[in-house]
Structure formats: C-alpha cells, structure tokens
C-alpha cells in the first residue's frame, strides 16, 4: 500500500470511477469530489496528498478550485482535462497545477505522472530519520512524531521543520526558507513563512519554543 491518500475532483461519475479502480489496484487511498466546491469541503477531513482535477465542471471549475485550494493548502494539482489547447496547459501550471493530463489518457500514463508528481513534492534532502530531543522527522515517510505522538503537517509546514531542525542552531532568512522549500519560482512572501511558523508552534505545543525567532533576520532551531 501507498501512504499516500488521492482526491480525484470530476463531475463524470464513470470518469471517477475509472480512475479510483486504477488508483486503488495499485494500493493507493482514494476520495471523491463532484466539484470543485465540494472538494474544498473534504480537503480538511480527507487531507488528500494529491489533487487530481478535472477543468470543466459545475459550481466550481478546476482552475478555480486550483486558486482557491492554494490559499490555505499546499496540495500538489494534476489537471485532467479534454481540453489539450497549448493555453490550458500554460494556465493550470501558472495557477499552480504539477502536471496537466489530456484525455483520453492510458492508465499506465496516468499512474507514472502522479509517482513522479509525488516523488517531486515529497521527496527530501536528507536520508534518515532526523531525532532532537522527543522530535523525530522521518524524510521517507513524510512523517513527524513528538513524543511519539503523530503531528499532522503539510507539505510546506514538513519542508519548513525539516530545514530548520537538520540545520539546528543556523539561522534562516524568510526569503531562504522561500527559496528552499517553496522554490526557486515562488511567489509568497514573508507573511507566508511566519504563518507557517506561527502554525508550526501551535501544533507543537510546549515544543514550539524550539523554534525561535532571531529578530531582523529570521528563524532557526534550538534545543536547549
């Protein structure tokens, strides 16, 4: 089995259908949505680590779905769409989109796309878990345990921990922890790493304090 759980966002029932039998034959967690608005309404209790999103749908279409799910979630997005115009292409990875697929599709095509999507998103620049203290990061995993109690993070809140704490006691400017963890073409801003730092103390607890603000410059990892 994967541990990783996919949101499939298409108005077409057998189109859902066909992609959940791929998707689960091959071990993965699979959700459904019929909409763009009624996906945002999963998003927090399904916590998909992947978003496959149809364009032309009801309600909400998937580039609307798209900018609105990366306000508060950093949820990798393949389109999948009929509509295979050099445009559409274009603005669904403007908007954010990993990968935009074309129907009709092979199965064999879609499964390679959303591994390489995954591997991209999660991948880490370390190679074993990472202990301090009651702090346990495990890279391939993706997953964060304090006081061996889970602690359930996003991809960004994961990438922002993760620098910090293998780098314990240097301290990070917001635009590197922009450039690191976001890339090389963001477009956030300072505001959104002290958002996630903020939101990273509070899931910590007590624990928080590890992060530190160093005033002027930035934020770095200490255990004392």
Known sequence: MHPYTILIIDDEPQMR????????KDGYEVA????????LSLIDSVRPHLCIVDI???????????QELNKDHDIPIIFLSAKGEEWDKIHGLKLG??????????????LARIESVLRRSYRSTVTDSLQIGPLVIDPHAHTVTLNDEPLSLTLKEFGVLQTLAKNKGRVFSREQLLHIVWGEDHQS?????????????LKMGEYGQMIETVW????????R
């Not at 259908?17 to 689960?24: D, H, V």
């Not at 989109?97 to 879609?110: Q, S, T």
């Not at 801003?189 to 103390?201: A, F, G, M, S, Y």
């Open 56 to 66: 032309m749908m009801p309600f909400m279409d998937g580039f609307t779905f798209a």
């Open 17 to 24: 259908q066909l992609i959940r039998t791929f998707l689960e």
């Open 32 to 39: 459904e949505a019929t909409d763009g608005a009624h996906a």
């Open 189 to 201: 801003t300072d505001r959104t790493v002290d958002t996630h730092i903020k939101t990273l103390r």
């Open 97 to 110: 989109g990993d990968d935009y697929i074309v129907k009709p599709f092979m199965p064999g095509e879609l």
């Open 216 to 223: 002027g410059i930035g934020y770095k990892f200490e255990v």
